[in-house]
């Protein structure tokens, strides 16, 4: 369902009119559609847990994470993935059932792993030796047994940026699959006696436009838990996919959408197994940026437009990397239009640039908008993940505010970062 409305020559989202959200609330504003969200925990029902029974879908809470996410997510009946004691004590805070958490972490600190078990999350995703022996421990103190999946490097390349791809050999999380390397992980925590080992996790990637690499670790992990119930004797209860689908940022990208990968994943996991007689685990996905990245729009206002004669036309914009690091990470491209001027025809060809002192802070090299003029506002797509939570203070840019839409009515759910904020914690 498309979200996005053109009245008159005004932008509307989740029908609220941009330019009026602009002057009421102040930009660069990060605006979120709560109707956008539910839409998509809707489809993850429809299409996986209502489909497979006895499937779990966690919503990975580090595209966006807010007190007010928390809670609606909740309310949607997914889990939530956490990757730190940050948003472990935010999702608490918010009043997040903690059987419902999952504790992720390639490297978790003893703090934060003790955070974990004395919160009671559902499960703690291994990463490597360490967690398991400090686990153990924290087992052995609180009197728990924990339990515990190993999250598996699945040597798939995922051809998405290098920065996003997680599952190639080459990668500081998960367990290599070398039988000579993985066998020491696996008996370990089968020996820990504070540990209940519950299966495996693979995460391969994110901004996966397509279900290859998906289902090539699949197929690889299956092989391991087929390997796993021979020579050990017990079977895999559960088995965690991660997230990574795919999300449209530019015309030329496809979302394949959810059913593109989970169909044939779901699949594949049925005539791999049953064939062998071996028990179907537990199936959990983890999608975090296609639940939020299309629920969420950044508004600018355009100050400075420089020509340069033969060269470009720079528009500056009143926010930047601080609010959006994704261009200058990963060269990642966005679609945009002026709010107020959503009807005309793009008539110049512009890039946009942000405020901070780096030559990288270009939010979108080469866009056709019509002419922009200062105090226009800028609406810049598909910004609901990984960007209010990568935000960052540099050059003493406050974060901005985070404005909830649903159907027509406007609520602040977190207020701009002040002056004072900025030094507040300096001593
Ligand atoms: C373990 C794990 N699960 C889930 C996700 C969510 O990925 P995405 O937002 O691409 O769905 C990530 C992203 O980095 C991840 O590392």
Redesign the pocket.
Known sequence: MNYFETKGDRLFFDRVDLVELAKEYGTPLYVVSESVIKDRCAQIRSEFLNVYPGTQALY?S??FQTLDMCRLIQSEGLGL?VVSGGELFAALKAGFNPEAIVF?GNAKTVDEMDFAVRSGVGRIILDNLYDVEELEKLGGRYNKKIKVLYRITPGVDSHTHRF?S?GSPDSKFGIPLEPSVYKGYIDAVLSAPHLEFRGFHF?VG??LLDNFAHLAALKVVLGLVENFSMEYGANVQELNM????GIEYVSGDKEPGLSCFLTPMMQLIRTELEGKGVPLPRVTI?????IVGPAGVTLYTVGAVKEIPGVRTYVGVDGGMTDNIRPALYGARYRAVVAGRAAAVPDQLVTIAGKCCESGDILIKDIELPSPHPGDILAVFATG?YHHSMASNYNRNPRPAVVHVNQGSARLSVRRETYDDLIAREL
């Not at 991660?242 to 689908?245: H, I, L, M, R, V």
């Not at 983890?286 to 296609?290: D, L, V």
């Open positions: 990975a580090k595209a993935d992720h996003i997680t995460h994110s901004q991660g997230g990574g689908f983890e999608p975090g940026r296609w993940a």
